[in-house]
């Protein structure tokens, strides 16, 4: 379920983000939501490239509660930063890279042209990262819990998997 507070906060993102200078997707439980997918939406997930991180948070620099910089875990790392909009946060994450266990080296960043789906929301067009790509990414992640619920829903839904 999405809140009305999610879809407005969603809506001033399209709109400042409309010129095509960004390239972004929703992603996460947002992203999952937009396509069809029962979850509980907590906050939005937005990914671009590093470029486009530090442009968002230059467009959006009033509602920064955490500058966009380099960040790493383990598995995963981004230029990743925090908006918070009318209470609702947003999670920006630029050039994200996974490692697989046991690795040394980071794999190349998400090639988001690829695995990016448009969904139209009341008349916004919302590029979303296909749950199809989502699945991989919480494989290669080992959040496999996640994963196969994202699974079970395609085959519900009869996604082409």
């Known amino acids: 379920m999405i809140k ?26 947002l992203g999952f939501a937009l396509q069809g997918m029962p979850v509980t939406v907590g906050d939005i997930d937005l990914q671009t490239d590093a470029k486009g991180a530090y442009e968002i948070e230059n467009r959006f620099r009033e509602y920064v ?15 990743y930063g925090e908006l918070l909009i009318d209470g609702v946060k947003v999670e920006i994450m630029g050039d994200v890279q996974k490692k ?9 960043p998400t090639p988001l042209n690829a695995h990016k789906r448009i969904i139209d929301v009341g008349g916004f067009p919302i590029p979303v990262l296909s749950l199809e790509y989502e699945h991989s990414a919480y494989v290669a992640l080992d ?13 519900r839904d009869q996604h082409q998997i």
């Open 4 to 29: 009305e507070s999610h879809l407005q906060v969603l809506e001033h993102l399209c709109v400042e983000l409309s010129d095509g200078k960004i390239n972004w997707v929703i992603t996460g439980s």
């Open 65 to 79: 509660v955490r500058s966009v910089r380099l960040s790493e875990a383990e598995r995963i790392r981004s230029h």
């Open 100 to 108: 697989q266990p046991g690795e040394t080296v980071w794999g190349a």
């Open 143 to 155: 959040r496999h819990e996640k994963a196969t619920a994202i699974l079970e829903w395609m085959r």
